[in-house]
């Protein structure tokens, strides 16, 4: 079959290399002149490793995208290093990197808190019963489970953090995902996301895909006969065509979906995100921090900031220190509208309660990352709504973030769908 993949994300390519090993003749059509979508990196000229432009790490528990990495051979390139994640409370911050340490953190006290805390944990971490969770919301099951001081404090800020105006309605099976996938320790690709990325397409260009970078897809149409047509600057006919962006482009570039398919791609709700990269020339935590929580309420301009230097030494990128600050933010937030220094202004005077001795010429260079499309916010009874991958044209397939579900999303979930998808490409 000629099949189309619409983007070079890690679900895109994976998809890909899964076709053209089947022998399919594959085109990957990508708008950004580089591969890797929301994980892709960039790299000044002096530094070893590239940094990612939204920060990225793995969980050992990301079985897809490690089991692929062995296929590939580069399994001895993937480091788990242990860093220090830490949680604001009361001016101070506490290490938060496991239930065992959440449970020491003095927020809760020492009372029954600290103990519905634990049990609320251990029995999250036990049951796979998430269809049960996912007909109530976080807020409402926590409330109940756990108590409102250890919800208030624990779980809602994060809650809030990630999606904002919509924290009261995500479903609790998100909330049990993200408990039960995830580890202490983190891992990355040696060279940074940015370097697996392009050896993969590499890869895939050796095995015989094409790779269009710099090309922007404006429309899927069905072929007056059998197949689709993809428009770029000119247009081409496949058999079939995969797209791996997100809901509301997918309802853009394909008019011809019936109104039913187009009506649920477009009623699902995703957060955007806006990250800021300092390079500095000192270390911001001196404690080796790598990961800040931090509660909205405590009045910190970002939601996260993290010292990317702390996880993998400053020594891969020319002796800089990189830090990560950014949030999530429903569209229209007014940071989306702000210049680069404008919103360096909003965030360089929390930077003193990380480190009393940072001064503003401590930072050599900035750059700021912004996209609509960073975080799905699943409703109860979340997967009913899940577009089918198979959408309702012949021969049209579309695998995003938003069908992860119930997994948070993430480029381990990402290679999932994509080689779930190039499966049901090939045998329906
Ligand atoms: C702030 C933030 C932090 C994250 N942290 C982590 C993390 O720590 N660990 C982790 O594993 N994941 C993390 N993720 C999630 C991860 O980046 C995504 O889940 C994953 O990259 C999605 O891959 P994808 O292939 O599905 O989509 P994408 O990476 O979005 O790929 C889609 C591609 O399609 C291209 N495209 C769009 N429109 C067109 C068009 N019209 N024509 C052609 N091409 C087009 C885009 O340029 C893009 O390259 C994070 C994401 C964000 C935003």
Redesign the pocket.
């Known amino acids: 079959m000629k099949i189309a993949v ?9 998809a890909a290399y899964d076709l053209r090993k089947s022998e399919h003749e594959v085109t990957i ?4 002149d ?7 990196g960039f790299k000044e000229p002096y530094w070893d490793w590239s940094v ?1 432009k ?6 050992q528990s ?1 079985r897809s ?1 490690l089991g692929l990495i062995r296929e590939l051979g580069w399994e001895d390139k993937v480091i788990f290093p242990r860093p220090l994640t830490v949680m604001y409370y009361k001016g101070k911050f506490y290490p938060f990197d496991s239930i065992f340490k959440m449970a020491l953190f003095p927020g809760l006290g020492w009372g029954i808190n600290k103990i519905r805390f634990g049990f609320v944990g251990l029995f999250l971490r036990l049951t796979n019963n998430w269809h049960n969770l996912e007909r109530v919301t976080t807020d409402a099951w926590m409330l109940k489970w756990a108590g409102r001081e250890v919800y208030e404090k624990m779980w809602k800020p994060l809650l809030i953090g990630k999606f904002g105006p919509f924290y009261k309605d995500v479903n609790m099976a998100w909330m049990w995902a993200r408990i039960k996938a995830r580890s202490t320790r ?1 891992g990355t690709f040696e060279g940074g996301f940015q370097k697996f990325a392009d050896l993969f397409a590499d890869r895939l260009r050796e095995k015989g895909v094409e790779m269009r970078l710099g ?4 429309s899927i149409k069905q072929a007056s006969e059998k197949g689709l047509v993809v428009e ?1 600057a000119k247009k081409e006919q496949f058999d079939k065509v995969l797209v ?3 809901p509301g ?1 997918m309802a853009k ?1 394909c008019p011809d979906l019936p109104e039913s398919y187009l009506k649920g791609l477009l009623e699902l709700k995703s957060m ?2 806006v ?1 800021m990269v300092l390079a500095l020339k000192h270390q911001l935590s001196e404690q080796g921090y790598y990961w800040f929580n931090l509660p909205k309420e405590a009045g910190y301009p970002m939601l996260a900031l993290v010292e990317h230097t702390n996880f993998v030494g400053p020594e891969h990128f020319g002796g800089d220190y990189i830090v990560y600050a ?1 949030d ?1 933010l429903e569209a229209g937030h007014e940071y989306f509208s702000l210049s680069d220094a404008q919103l360096l202004e909003r965030f360089l005077p929390a930077f003193k309660k990380f480190n009393p001795t940072f001064e503003k010429d401590w930072v050599k260079k900035i750059w700021v990352s912004k ?1 609509n ?3 799905p916010v699943p409703l109860v009874d979340h997967s009913r709504n899940i577009p089918e991958i198979e959408t309702p044209i012949p021969g049209l397939y579309f ?3 938003s069908q ?1 579900y119930p997994w948070d ?6 290679v999932e ?2 080689r779930r998808a190039a499966k049901m490409m090939m045998t329906r």
Do not use: C, P
């Open positions: 619409i983007g070079a994300g890690f679900g895109g390519m994976a059509f990508e708008a950004a580089h591969v890797g979508g929301l994980a892709s990612e939204f920060y990225h790490h793995w969980f990301d995208m983190l090309t922007q897809v404006k770029t791996t962006m997100s482009i570039l955007g995100a990250v950014g999530y996209t499309y960073a975080q695998a995003s973030m992860v999303r993430g480029t381990n979930f990402a769908i994509g």
